[in-house]
């Protein structure tokens, strides 16, 4: 028997503003074979202890993560998000955005 190749991981960062171009990039990329990584909203009240600790659950997906996918509209990049990025060059991963023309 073959082994199979393992499918890329892709992690999307961005605000959860765009939760319905977070949700049309992960089926795209699904629908491609691609293992498809992402915050998730949560019902939770977010206090600053909840906030940092679904921060640093999101690092742990980058890390897990072959690239990472920028989910944005109107070039919108916001704090947390560029933290993302900045943490992703430093793991060396690949970073791309569902915008072409977003200066990362």
Do not use: N
């Not at 990039?25 to 074979?33: H, Q, V």
């Amino acid at each position: 028997m073959d082994a199979v190749e393992r499918p890329t991981v892709v992690c999307l960062c961005g605000s959860l503003r765009f939760q319905d171009l977070f949700e049309l990039e992960r089926r795209r990329l699904t629908s491609r074979g691609v293992i498809v990584l992402g915050p998730e909203a949560t019902s939770d009240e977010l206090t600053p202890s909840t906030r940092e600790a679904l921060g640093e659950l999101h690092l742990r997906r980058i890390d897990l993560a072959d690239e990472v996918r920028v989910v944005s509209e109107g070039g919108y990049v916001g704090e947390s998000t560029r933290r993302e990025i900045a943490y992703a060059r430093e793991k060396r991963k690949v970073i791309s955005s569902v915008e072409p023309t977003l200066d990362l």
